[in-house]
């Protein structure tokens, strides 16, 4: 950890301390109202050059302690080095683009979306969708100090959503069954019988608000496509998207092998292109081999380069 991550994380840590014994806050809480002091004015780190990456870690870091008391399980952080792979991912689709819109319909404290938009730079614009209060307020304060331009709606992402199409979606794709089946039967990937899978819901949501021809970039479980339900998600895309990509993760990055994900890379149809010529199937090294790294991600490009020339 670089000093100026443990001294923010030492800052916001301390006050949010303060804050939940002055103010009989959970720690989480007291994390939230430090980063909104922080933004009032009212406290401020005495820091020198403080880069966006640094306040996203510490905030992180912060986060994650606070988690063990306050979230639900499945409300697990995204990995930093799942959202860098993202966010390379998304550079090397939008090449040609010079702005580029994202969507993140499931943006809990919004860590994947925020390192995929500081690996981006200046080059994107975003909006995103989460339920829980405590969540989208973390992710508002979060993306208010880093001064990255996010839009943030309170909702179920599975309800209308008043957004227009998006160049990109990313999501960590919340996994499970979605109970209101009023809901989901609006949805062709609704099941026949009973609940439907949430997170096959919010891919055609997703796919519903991305432009003709546009990208999107999940995490999904990595045994979707052997689900019970696998064979309507592949009729489904059979109409509506083309597989780009699938990238099995290494499973160390997960608690247990059965919480194990992999990349999935789509595209939405557009009648002004064409199916792409190979599908990308490839699995990422251990992230710590920067040496594997680096073949993986020169392999990546190539295969960018070759399908879409």
Do not use: C
Request: hydrophobic share 40%; proline share 4%.
């Amino acid at each position: 950890m670089n000093s100026s991550v443990e001294q923010l994380f030492t800052f916001i840590d301390g006050h949010a301390k303060k804050l939940q014994t002055s103010e009989e806050l959970t720690y989480i809480e007291g994390v939230l109202e430090t980063t909104e002091m922080w933004l009032d004015g009212d406290i401020k780190p005495n820091i020198q050059n403080i880069q966006k990456e640094d306040i996203r870690k510490a905030i992180q870091l912060t986060i994650l302690k606070g988690m063990k008391e306050h979230v639900q399980a499945h409300h697990q952080m995204t990995p930093d080095s799942l959202g860098l792979l993202v966010g390379y991912f998304v550079d090397q689709l939008t090449q040609d683009k010079e702005q580029v819109s994202i969507l993140d319909p499931a943006v809990g404290t919004g860590n994947l979306l925020f390192t995929v938009l500081n690996f981006l730079q200046d080059k994107a614009s975003s909006t995103a969708v989460e339920i829980d209060d405590m969540l989208i307020r973390l992710a508002a304060s979060t993306g208010d100090l880093l001064q990255q331009p996010v839009t943030l709606y309170r909702q179920d992402a599975l309800q209308p959503l008043l957004i227009d199409p998006v160049d990109v979606v990313i999501s960590d794709l919340p996994v499970g069954f979605y109970p209101d089946e009023k809901t989901a039967s609006g949805f062709e990937l609704k099941a026949k019988e009973g609940m439907s899978f949430a997170h096959h819901l919010m891919i055609e949501q997703s796919i519903r608000h991305t432009v003709d021809g546009g990208y999107l970039v999940f995490l999904v479980p990595q045994g979707i496509f052997e689900s019970p339900q696998a064979k309507d998600l592949h009729s489904y895309f059979a109409k509506h998207a083309w597989i780009q990509a699938v990238v099995q993760l290494p499973v160390n990055l997960f608690k247990n092998e059965s919480h194990a994900k992999s990349l999935l890379v789509l595209q939405k149809k557009s009648s002004d292109l064409k199916q792409p010529k190979e599908v990308l199937l490839a699995k990422a090294p251990n992230m710590s081999n920067k040496e594997a790294m680096t073949l993986f991600f020169e392999k990546v490009k190539m295969w960018r380069q070759e399908n879409t020339h």
